[in-house]
T-cell receptor, first 115, second 111 residues
Framework: EAGVVQSPRYKIIEKKQPVAFWCNPI?????LYWYLQNLGQGPELLIR????????DSQLPKDRFSAERLKGVDSTLKIQPAELGDSAVYLC?????????????FGEGSRLTVL | KNQVEQSPQSLIILEGKNCTLQ??????????LRWYKQDTGRGPVSLTI?????NTKSNGRYTATLDADTKQSSLHITASQLSDSASYIC??????????FGAGTTVTVRA
């Protein structure tokens, strides 16, 4: 069974440029998460989806970040314009449902470097 | 203030030795606690889950403990191997299903 797939794995852009990350969760997983992870830190939630609905986006910087999960499967996270402080790893995770003890399955992450 | 604190921040051990990682939390009301292992350049992978009624759980050479009264958990690695070099993250779930992540402990195993 395929795991959570993310792309691109690495992205280097100049500040003020746009960037987009894509995530394909495990088949059948209704809950999808986007996390930001800085070096030496734990993941920080950006947004959580239950199917197509963004049920927790309180930590998403909406002035420059946007996300969508069309048809409740794949998801895209966009940053426009990128700032130097956005350099980090963006992790996507999925689970069978937030309302259980189910574990999160993470992708390998997309490492963003903003110059 | 983070609701999940892990210690030490990092440690170095020799191959074959044991080590113990600590996780203290203030998340309440508590639902469960998971330990994840994150290899460099990879996403975290779950090692164990501890619920309120569980005190100890093992997964191979990994043994997790939970004291729900003192809100402390530990992860013990026995007979460490080079492949144990990774970051270990403690994640606590509240009954409202919100997850709180610790900053992780970076373990380096040297031959």
């Amino acid at each position: 069974e395929a795991g959570v797939v993310q792309s691109p794995r690495y992205k280097i852009i100049e500040k003020k440029q746009p960037v987009a990350f894509w995530c394909n969760p495990i088949s059948g997983h209704n809950t999808l998460y986007w996390y930001l992870q800085n070096l030496g830190q734990g993941p920080e939630l950006l947004i959580r989806y239950e199917n197509e609905e963004a049920v927790d986006d309180s930590q998403l910087p909406k002035d420059r970040f946007s996300a969508e999960r069309l048809k409740g499967v794949d998801s895209t996270l966009k940053i426009q314009p990128a700032e130097l402080g956005d350099s980090a790893v963006y992790l996507c995770a999925s689970s069978t449902g937030a309302r259980n003890t189910g574990e999160l399955f993470f992708g390998e992450g997309s490492r963003l470097t903003v110059l | 203030k983070n609701q999940v604190e892990q210690s030490p921040q990092s440690l170095i051990i020799l191959e074959g030795k044991n080590c113990t990682l600590q996780c203290n939390y203030t998340v309440s009301p508590f639902s469960n606690l998971r330990w994840y292992k994150q290899d460099t350049g990879r996403g975290p992978v779950s090692l164990t889950i501890m619920t309120f009624s569980e005190n100890t759980k093992s997964n191979g050479r990994y043994t997790a403990t939970l004291d729900a009264d003192t809100k402390q958990s530990s992860l013990h690695i026995t007979a460490s191997q080079l492949s144990d070099s990774a970051s270990y993250i403690c994640v606590v779930s509240a009954v409202d299903y919100k997850l709180s992540f610790g900053a992780g402990t970076t373990v380096t195993v040297r031959a």
